[in-house]
């Protein structure tokens, strides 16, 4: 079975800091790897995703993240965070069943 | 183009009772799914729906069952509640099977008392 695993339940930085969450999956097969964010009273919504090609994939609001496949990883990054850039990431994977598996999830806040 | 549709954003239950809940997913979507989600235990998937066919399921007991209708849109329901069934809902629709990019609603917030 799929199981995803974040490794921080809560971040705390300042404005301008770097973020990096980690996020691993255990799958033995093809996987599409995704991050999804949710901002306070908001759905959630789709950060990037990656299904093929340049392991490196660039998001929205600045965000990007790399897969490695040997590490099976799929970390997501952000050179300089902004106080609206506090929320709940999600890193979800999903099968070629199109099942997915989403990881517990980390908040992130960012201090002014 | 609109967004999923839940119904209804919030209710409250006692014990015992049973729950239904709507889901009007994006116009053309045919696959919607379901999701749990509590605090720190992130989102667990209830079960899937194209077609009107239950395509996966996750390991939830048989209180849970949902459905799909011929326009797509899905109910779930959730028969004797339990205290642990507190929880947001989400319903996510997705048009496309290989890329499987889920869009969601803003969920349903049920408080079992």
């Known amino acids: 079975a799929q199981s995803v695993s974040q490794h921080n339940h809560h971040v705390i930085l300042s404005e301008a800091a770097s973020l990096e969450l980690g996020c691993n999956y255990s799958y033995g097969g093809t996987v599409n790897l995704f991050w999804y964010v949710q901002y306070p009273g908001q759905h959630l919504q789709l950060l990037l995703k990656?299904?093929?090609?340049?392991?490196l994939v660039k998001g929205i609001k600045g965000f990007e993240a790399e897969f490695i496949k040997s590490k099976f990883s799929f970390n997501l990054r952000k050179p300089s965070v902004q106080w609206s850039d506090t929320a709940e990431y999600f890193c979800a994977v999903s099968d070629s069943w199109g099942k997915f598996q989403f990881g517990a999830g980390t908040q992130v806040v960012v201090t002014p | 183009k609109a967004g999923v549709t839940q119904t209804p954003r919030y209710l409250i239950k006692t014990r015992g009772q049973q729950v239904t809940l709507s889901c009007s997913p994006i116009s053309g979507h045919r696959s919607v799914s379901w999701y749990q989600q509590t605090p720190g235990q992130g989102l667990q998937f209830l079960f899937e729906y194209f077609s009107e066919t239950q395509r996966n399921k996750g390991n939830f007991p048989g209180r849970f069952s949902g459905r799909q209708f011929s326009n797509s849109r899905s109910e779930m329901n959730v028969s004797t509640l339990e205290l642990g069934d507190s929880a947001l809902y989400l319903c996510?629709?997705?048009?496309?099977?290989?890329?499987?990019?889920?869009?969601f609603g803003e969920g349903s917030r049920l408080t079992v008392l």
């Open positions: 990656y299904f093929s090609g340049d392991p």
């Open positions: 996510a629709s997705s048009g496309d099977r290989v890329t499987g990019e889920l869009f």
